[in-house]
């Protein structure tokens, strides 16, 4: 990377003023871009997709820390020519992509076995997860920075406060693990919040069997009203919750947030069953 220009110089030659619509915030401390890189365990047999690289901090480090091939999505033209520079540093590993990552089918962009690294634009990194959970037998693994909070709720257990949808569905699929905190001095601007990179592991199989669609529904009722008692937040699933309740042996007096991940899956794959029963 020594022979690249500063990244504050390309900022400036390319104008790249970091802006709040596209949910820029800049990583230029390379100690940090290479710890994010190297978090993310080798790099040198998986193609390394990276989503909103910006001036392409992070790029520079993955592919320094020996990424055989990065595959960037980035949908501000100015970005794109400032890592047309990277791209010619390193010749044939480095491709580039002019999209939006939200309408964007990242499994489909190489063969496997693929990892995702990015430092997410925190007003679509949530969604952008959940979509790729969906797919995730897609992916060797995530490393991925969100928001402290966020993070929190991410790998949160039963009977803590952050525990709730997001924690069960991600724990569901994957084994995720809080790496580390970047505070908000280390970018450009400076965000009003710390933020936390994560490590996602897939998997090998789900952790209890269940439909995802059904599991979102029972999560969305109990976590909807999660001061009530499931008795109570289950009714709007539209089965008897006492049988329910009674076939999954969860007691009606527990709430949402003292059921495990597994409790979870045993409620959606009994209200499948109950609901076919009843339309029979």
């Known amino acids: 990377m020594a022979d690249l220009p500063p990244l ?31 978090a993310a365990g080798p790099l040198d047999r998986a193609t390394v997709i990276e989503i909103g690289p910006g001036p ?5 480090a993955l592919l320094a820390a020996g990424a055989r091939r990065v595959v960037a999505i980035e949908r501000d033209p100015r970005c794109l020519e400032a890592l047309e520079e990277v791209a010619r540093h390193y010749p044939g590993r480095l491709e580039l992509v002019a999209g939006d990552a939200l309408e964007t089918d990242v499994a489909s962009l190489s063969p ?17 997860l959940l979509r790729w959970l969906a797919q995730i037998d897609a992916f060797e693994s995530l490393t991925l920075m969100f928001q402290r909070e966020v993070a929190e709720r991410l790998v949160a257990v039963p009977r803590s406060p952050a525990y709730g949808r997001l924690s069960v569905v991600t724990q569901w699929l ?72 009674q076939e999954t042996g969860i007691a009606p007096t527990a709430r949402a947030e003292e059921l495990t991940v597994v409790q979870f899956c045993l409620l959606a794959t009994a209200v499948a069953r109950l609901s076919v029963l009843a339309s029979d």
């Open 8 to 38: 504050r110089e390309v900022i400036a030659r390319h104008d790249i003023a970091a802006r709040r619509s596209l949910g820029q915030n800049f990583i230029l401390d390379l100690n940090l871009t290479g710890r994010i890189a190297r």
């Open 56 to 60: 392409g901090g992070l790029t520079r």
């Open 112 to 128: 496997a076995p693929r990892k995702i690294i990015a430092n997410l634009p925190y007003n679509i990194a949530t969604v952008l």
């Open 174 to 245: 994957t084994e995720p693990r809080i790496l580390f905190d970047i505070p908000p001095q280390a970018f450009v601007p400076p965000p009003k919040i710390t933020s936390t990179v994560v490590g996602f592991v897939p998997r090998a199989k789900p952790l209890a069997a269940a439909d995802r669609s059904i599991l979102e529904q029972v999560t969305a009722a109990a976590f909807g009203q999660r001061r009530k008692m499931l008795r109570s937040s289950l009714k709007s699933l539209g089965v008897n919750t006492e049988a329910l309740l």
